[in-house]
């Protein structure tokens, strides 16, 4: 059963802190690694998709990283505006199920000015 | 549409009573997934359609909860004889392609049983 852990459940930053977010996954034959910013009362949107190992995305303070076993979501000089939950999803193939994903429970980021 | 766009935003509803939420995906959009999203839980699959079709409906709870695509288009999902378990926040997301493109979620339907 494909799984997706998500850590830490909720992290707190001052302003201008760096910090990454991780998001380790087991999955048979990953298709696909999805990052999703929620805000409260809101539903997922969409930030990136990550294919193959050593893949990197950026996306003005948000860069998202790829091995074969887990994905980070490094956040440089954050801004209170990037206080969200982020989600880690993966798609996996086998048969006509690689159109699923699969989500962890995300991170719970706190940016205070 | 510019974005997946979901109605009602919330519903209160009495135990017992059935309800129906709609789903108006991107304009162009094959695909079209519901998710549920309950406290403190990550997103739950529910249904996956291609088209007007259902080829998995392996995450539907029970067979309380239905769902049907029309037109390649709107989509309802329905749950009967609704039970408090059921209270969550219910999310459609719709993809170019299923199973290729990235897909795009709407603002959800929060549910509430009472």
């Known amino acids: 059963e494909d799984q997706v852990t998500q850590s830490p459940e909720a992290l707190r930053l001052q302003e201008g802190e760096s910090s990454s977010l991780n998001c380790s996954y087991t999955?048979?034959?990953?298709?696909?690694l999805f990052w999703y910013r929620q805000d409260p009362g809101k539903g997922p949107e969409f930030l990136f998709t990550?294919?193959?190992a050593g893949e990197e995305k950026e996306k003005e303070r948000l860069k998202a990283t790829l091995t074969k076993k887990e994905s980070f979501l490094h956040i440089t000089a954050p801004k209170p505006e990037d206080s969200a939950t982020y989600l880690c999803?993966?798609?996996?193939?086998?048969?006509?199920?690689?159109?699923?994903?699969?989500f962890g429970k995300g991170t719970l980021l706190t940016v205070n000015p | 549409g510019a974005g997946v766009s979901q109605s009602p935003s919330n519903k209160v509803t009495e135990k017992g009573k059935d309800v129906e939420l709609r789903c108006d995906p991107i304009?162009?959009?094959?695909?079209l997934y519901w998710y549920r999203q309950s406290l403190g839980q990550g997103l739950e699959f529910l249904i996956y359609?291609?088209?007007?079709?259902?080829?998995?409906k392996s995450g539907l709870p029970s067979d309380r909860f239905s769902a049907e695509r029309t037109g390649g288009s709107v989509s309802t999902l329905t749950i009967q004889r609704t039970q408090q378990e059921d209270s969550a926040v219910y999310l459609c997301?719709?993809?170019?392609?299923?199973?290729?493109?990235?897909?795009?979620f709407g603002q959800g339907t929060r549910l509430t049983v009472v």
């Open positions: 997301a719709s993809s170019l392609v299923g199973g290729v493109t990235e897909a795009f």
């Open positions: 999955v048979s034959g990953l298709r696909g």
């Open positions: 990550l294919y193959s």
């Open positions: 999803a993966v798609r996996t193939g086998g048969g006509g199920s690689n159109y699923k994903l699969t």
């Open positions: 304009s162009g959009h094959t695909a």
């Open positions: 359609f291609q088209g007007n079709s259902a080829p998995d």
